[in-house]
């Protein structure tokens, strides 16, 4: 059954002016990045002639953070380790699709893509953004009010745990979240969460924290009970396990979740150092950072003396998970991948150093 066909018979109506999928009685959430930016961001996608990931004009629209955050080709890269799981026949619920980035590059996948936004407008935009992908359906809807009997492959919660508690009573909102994103996972299914480490290393060095521009709010832990919050390695270990997911693959994004240049596998981050030099890897990541600001100490001094005592994945500014109920596959025979995707399509190329390009 196509997912219009479930999302109608769910009682959910397609909205024509907006071109997304909503109830009638559907209340937007207030969260956006700003009225001049969305609405400039929808304006630039309406003139333009290709939206793709490695769209020419959307690369020369990105002026400032917003639109770079937006329209850059370097947000898709967080995914890109899964491509393997992104194929044409998967089912993938994308939960808090934003301005639909992350939702162009798994619509170009192939596979059978809902993507799922709180926001109207910005529900608007994604669908703008996929707007000739036949296989990508966007759904303006509350996650806590998304109610559907259909199960899927992929589930991807990028950037979006750390604001659970703003749209859910619950008690424990974050395990609530990944409790109905559990729910929602077919056999064998993964879900994979990106997110900011509040122990991050450039949060030490004095980086206001992302979410409220204010150094050392995660580090010592002020975030407010009904607030964007973001967690340590251990806790967010804690939340997935709670949640009832059984496997939990820690990956480390550089420079971070939101434009990163390389991820780091688990095997990668726990290997002998003499062996694989993550922490050049990293220190070569600094500067990629566009949300970088002055630090109290070296950043590309101090990750090498971090990989070298095994703590990569513990101080990494981000993470990404990938987890599932019943059980992992053993972990492919990459180290990291490596990715250039600031080019043209054609010349955009990744790296994935493996055991055996290791050892030569």
């Given at each position: 059954m196509r997912i219009s066909q479930v999302l109608s018979s769910a009682g959910y109506e397609r909205n024509v002016d907006h071109r997304v999928w909503q109830r009638p009685d559907f209340g937007s959430i207030a969260y956006n990045d700003g009225d001049e930016n969305e609405n400039r961001l929808l304006g630039t996608l309406r003139q333009s002639t290709d939206v793709s990931v490695f769209s020419v004009e959307l690369a020369a629209a990105c002026l400032d953070w917003p639109s770079r955050y937006h329209l850059s080709s370097e947000r898709a890269n967080i995914l890109r380790p899964f491509a393997e799981r992104l194929r044409a026949e998967a089912k993938v619920l994308e939960i808090g699709a934003g301005c639909g980035a992350v939702t162009r590059y798994l619509g170009e996948t192939g596979a059978q893509v809902l993507a799922v936004e709180g926001s109207l407008r910005r529900a608007t935009i994604a669908r703008e953004r996929t707007r000739e992908l036949e296989n990508v359906v966007v759904l303006a809807e509350r996650f806590q009010d998304f109610d559907l009997d259909e199960r899927f492959d992929v589930i991807t919660l990028i950037g979006v745990l750390e604001y659970a508690s703003l749209f859910s009573d619950a008690?424990?909102?974050?395990?609530?979240?990944?409790?109905?994103?559990?729910?929602?996972?077919?056999?064998?299914?993964?879900?994979?969460?990106?997110?900011?480490?509040?122990?991050?290393?450039?949060?030490?060095?004095?980086?206001?924290?992302?979410?409220?521009?204010?150094?050392?709010?995660?580090?010592?832990?002020?975030?407010?009970?009904?607030?964007?919050?973001?967690?340590?390695?251990?806790?967010?270990?804690?939340?997935?396990?709670?949640?009832?997911?059984?496997?939990?693959?820690?990956?480390?994004?550089?420079?971070?979740?939101?434009?990163?240049?390389?991820?780091?596998?688990?095997?990668?981050?726990?290997?002998?150092?003499?062996?694989?030099?993550?922490?050049?890897?990293?220190?070569?990541?600094?500067?990629?950072?566009?949300?970088?600001?002055?630090?109290?100490?070296?950043?590309?001094?101090?990750?090498?003396?971090?990989?070298?005592?095994?703590?990569?994945a513990d101080l990494a500014n981000s993470f990404l998970v990938e987890a599932s109920v019943e059980g992992g596959v053993e972990p492919a025979d990459v180290l990291a991948w490596h990715y250039s995707t600031q080019r043209r399509a054609r010349f955009a190329r990744d790296r994935m150093p493996g055991l055996a390009h290791a050892e030569t």
């Open positions: 008690s424990d909102p974050a395990v609530d979240m990944l409790r109905r994103a559990r729910a929602l996972l077919a056999d064998g299914g993964r879900l994979v969460v990106a997110i900011e480490n509040k122990l991050g290393l450039k949060y030490f060095a004095g980086v206001p924290e992302d979410h409220l521009g204010e150094p050392m709010v995660g580090i010592e832990n002020r975030y407010a009970a009904k607030g964007a919050r973001t967690y340590g390695r251990a806790e967010l270990d804690a939340l997935l396990r709670t949640a009832g997911f059984g496997y939990r693959e820690f990956m480390v994004p550089l420079p971070d979740y939101k434009m990163p240049a390389t991820i780091v596998s688990a095997r990668g981050c726990n290997v002998d150092p003499g062996f694989f030099d993550v922490g050049t890897l990293a220190a070569q990541s600094v500067r990629r950072d566009p949300q970088l600001t002055p630090t109290t100490f070296n950043l590309q001094r101090v990750w090498r003396e971090v990989a070298a005592n095994g703590l990569t």
